[in-house]
């Protein structure tokens, strides 16, 4: 009886051994990966509340309605206290326009190339097409921003400019449209990726009983296709609009420092973005409403990109088809 029992008691201790073992090296395992959770998790509240304290800091000197509904945008700081002229105007309006009017250029430019590109890739295209084309299209998004932005500067803007004075037509140097033209060939591996995937995760049924009833191939990718994969390409589009809106080094480069308030594509504007950058540039006082006006825009700007990100989420969320 003995004899009999003894391999299943070895068993059973070696069993727990390596039980034992293994729960040894989960724990610290479990306790990594929720530390690093924390991490992220306190790292953007840290980038919040900094944000937050420091805008609250800026609203103390500068009426809140001054600044979001305030005209014009000149801010000034004192060198000494009694320096005339050092309060300036701090009116936001300008930027947001500028920022506004820039990313729609650019969401025009990029939407329907993005969205198309899209379409060929998932619906036509072989898969040697494919291979190459989407890589090539990919490339784009790895480019540095500062090599967008001499191209639009060297070659965007002048060639914009030269072409208005051949239709009489006066573009600035620099202008919106150069900035918006470039911002959406940057962006259009966004949307192309983005909506690719989605489109080619619609069920092969529905194009499989779309073509059973007689419709053409493009006529299911209109009417079939695209409805079904709407959320996400709306979803893209709204990504892609985040992402330009947080774009600085080609607004910088093409589209200058001005904070115009237009609607004009071919005067020179500037962006939220570019004035955080020259707000914060060079040597000046912290305690200072010009300093300070940097945080108050950055809130601002993680507000409106934190919208648009729930926004995209809340759109597939809430007008996703689920397919058996």
Not at 122 to 135: F, L, N
Not at 197 to 224: F, H
Request: aromatic share 8%; hydrophobic share 55%; net charge neutral.
């Amino acid at each position: 009886m003995h004899s009999h029992w003894a391999p299943v008691d070895a068993s059973s201790a070696g069993f727990a051994r390596r039980r034992w073992k293994r729960a040894l090296w989960e724990r610290p395992l479990y306790l990594l990966l929720i530390l690093s959770s924390l991490l992220a998790i306190l790292t953007t509240i840290g980038i919040v509340l900094s944000l937050l304290f420091e805008s609250i800091r800026f609203f103390e000197q500068v009426p809140l309605t001054d600044f979001l509904f305030g005209l014009e945008w000149s801010p000034q700081t004192a060198l000494r206290a009694d320096q005339v002229g050092s309060s300036g105007s701090f009116g936001a309006v300008p930027l947001f326009a500028g920022t506004l009017l820039i990313s729609l250029i650019a969401l025009v430019t990029a939407g329907p190339i993005g969205l198309f590109a899209a379409i060929f890739l998932s619906e036509y295209a072989g898969k040697k097409t494919r291979d190459v084309i989407k890589p090539l299209l990919e490339i784009l998004a790895g480019v540095p921003t500062v090599v967008y932005g001499f191209f639009a500067a060297l070659i965007v803007a002048p060639m914009l400019r030269d072409a208005g004075g051949f239709m009489g037509i006066g573009i600035s140097s620099e202008s919106a449209l150069a900035a918006g033209l470039v911002m959406g060939i940057m962006i259009i591996p966004f949307v192309s990726s983005l909506s690719d995937d989605v489109i080619t995760s619609v069920p092969n049924a529905l194009r499989e009983a779309s073509y059973s009833l007689g419709a053409t191939r493009s006529e299911s990718i209109s009417r079939v296709v695209l409805p079904a994969a709407l959320p996400g390409i709306v979803s893209a589009m709204l990504l892609a609009a985040s992402r330009a809106i947080g774009e600085t080094m080609i607004v910088v480069m093409a589209a200058g420092l001005s904070a115009n308030l237009t609607a004009n594509p071919f005067a020179a504007v500037t962006t939220v973005t570019v004035q955080i950058v020259g707000l914060l540039t060079g040597d000046q006082e912290f305690d200072s409403p010009k300093t300070l006006a940097a945080f108050a825009l950055g809130l601002v700007l993680f507000v409106v990109t934190l919208c648009l990100n729930i926004t995209a989420l809340r759109v597939v969320k809430k007008y996703r088809e689920k397919y058996d």
